[in-house]
């Protein structure tokens, strides 16, 4: 088992900035990539970023190349997103999750735990 929590969310105008984090904790010998993914309110969730274990390999949704960046910290199990010139449409909950293997992906079927999430809100 894997535990996973979120932090970093908030209220922010737009063209603002946040930095996501997501420490895993509990099984966490194991190499996985890590994702992050969103949703918001009446909508599918939508892939965001993923990262490889090693941090080599990484990639964004189409709308977010840019503006994200997702990094890592193994030593701490920590990954991060960081949201750059926000915009209204970015307001959603945001969740972390463990990759089923070393190199992630784009479909929520590529991850095995979730966090519970953070609430991130773009005012215009």
């Known amino acids: 088992q894997v535990q996973l929590v979120e932090s970093g969310g908030g209220l922010v105008q737009a063209g603002g900035s946040l930095r996501l984090s997501c420490t895993a904790s509990?099984?966490?010998?194991?190499?996985?990539?890590m994702g992050w993914f969103r949703q918001a309110p009446g909508k599918e969730r939508e892939f965001v970023a993923f990262?490889?274990?090693?941090?080599?390999?990484?990639d964004y949704g189409d709308s977010l190349k840019g503006r994200f960046t997702i990094s890592r910290d193994n030593g701490k199990n920590t990954v991060f997103l960081q949201m750059n010139s926000l915009k209204p449409e970015d307001t959603a909950v945001y969740y972390c999750?463990?990759?089923?293997?070393?190199?992630?992906?784009?479909?929520?079927?590529?991850?095995?735990?979730w966090g519970q999430g953070t609430q991130v809100t773009v005012s215009s």
């Open positions: 999750a463990v990759g089923r293997t070393l190199y992630g992906g784009s479909n929520g079927a590529d991850y095995s735990y």
């Open positions: 509990g099984r966490t010998s194991v190499r996985f990539a």
């Open positions: 990262i490889s274990w090693s941090g080599n390999y990484h």
